[in-house]
Structures are given as C-alpha cells and as structure tokens.
C-alpha cells in the first residue's frame, strides 16, 4: 500500500503531537520559579563572571536581576543591539552578550546535561522544554518538563554555571533558580 506525502506529514504531525502532549508543565524537580512583569522586553543577558546576574533591558529600562535573590537594581542603559551587548556598572568592564528581538541567543545547554528547546506545533505559541541529562523529549516525555507555553518569546537560555534559566517574553520574565542540595 502506498501512501501519499500529506498522509505520511499528517501521521506524523499526529504521533509528534500526542508525545508533545505527555510532557508535564511544571516546574522542573529540583528548581525554583520566580516571576516579574516586565513591560516591552527587548534583551537579555547573563553575566558569564557573576553567574547569577541576569540583565534585562525593557521599555521600562535596564536592570540586572539577581537570580539568587530576586533582587532588581536599575540601571543606565548601555547597550548595542548592533553588536548585542551590553555593559553595566555593577558588573565592571565585563561585556555581556544578549539575545532577544534583535537576535543573539543565550546558552541552551548546561554543563550539567540539561538542555532547553523550542516547540512550537501551534504556532504562534511557542513551547520551552526542559530536557534533563542529555535526553530527548521525543524518547522520554515525561521526563521533559514545559517551563513556557505562550505566545511572543523574545530569549531564553541558562547561565555559565547552569544554575539559573531565564525565559522572557514582550511582557513577563520567569527565572528558574536551581534548588541547593
């Protein structure tokens, strides 16, 4: 039996969807989630000397948030969405990159085998998955974790050290904080 293209895409799209559809949202075992409303999110960026510092550069203006402790300090605005960097006092010299309307990326894998990816099988909702020790959310759904289910996803990506993740979007930022031992 013969079947045609759009039978063997729809069949596909149909098993892709159902296994989509057993990863749990949550957040993932092990960490914690905190959460800001952040009008007009453009950027953002984590510092690679201070793991735990994440700037966001918004319609509102720029900060650095401390993904420890929550803690948000305004500060000058000093970036170049040409180059996607930015600089802050707080942080000295250090150049840090930044991904987000402009382009730019921030770091998808962690040097512990954890890994985030897009999805998006109703597009324009996006999908961040949470795939812990170097796994495949295809091969072990539940496994995986939804940390994001919306729709205008600007960046996303754990720091250097892989203790923290942040996921922003036009109007919220959510940081994961993971959970000390």
């Not at 969807?17 to 905190?34: D, H, T």
């Not at 948030?65 to 600089?87: A, R, S």
């Not at 998808?108 to 795939?131: C, R």
Request: one cysteine or more.
């Amino acid at each position: 039996m013969m079947y045609s293209i759009e039978e063997i895409e729809k069949a596909n799209r149909n098993r892709l969807l159902s296994l989509i559809s057993k990863i749990p949202e949550r957040v993932p075992e092990g960490w914690e989630k905190m959460e800001f409303a952040v009008g007009g999110l453009m950027y953002l960026g984590f510092s690679d000397v201070h793991t735990e510092k994440l700037i966001s550069i918004s319609s509102q203006g720029q900060r650095i948030i401390n993904c420890e402790t929550g803690k948000k300090t305004y500060c000058d605005e000093n970036y170049d969405e040409e180059d996607l960097v930015v600089f802050a006092e707080e942080l000295g010299e250090e150049m840090v990159r930044i991904a987000g309307e402009g382009g730019g990326g921030l770091r998808q894998y962690s040097k512990d085998g954890n890994m985030l990816q897009v999805e998006a099988p109703f597009w324009p909702k996006q999908k961040v998955i949470f795939i812990p020790n170097w796994s495949a959310w295809q091969r072990n759904p539940a496994k995986c974790t939804v940390i994001y289910d919306e729709y205008e996803l600007k960046a996303f990506g754990f720091s250097k050290c892989g203790n923290y993740i942040a996921v922003g979007d036009s109007a919220d930022l959510v940081i994961f904080k993971k959970m000390r031992k």
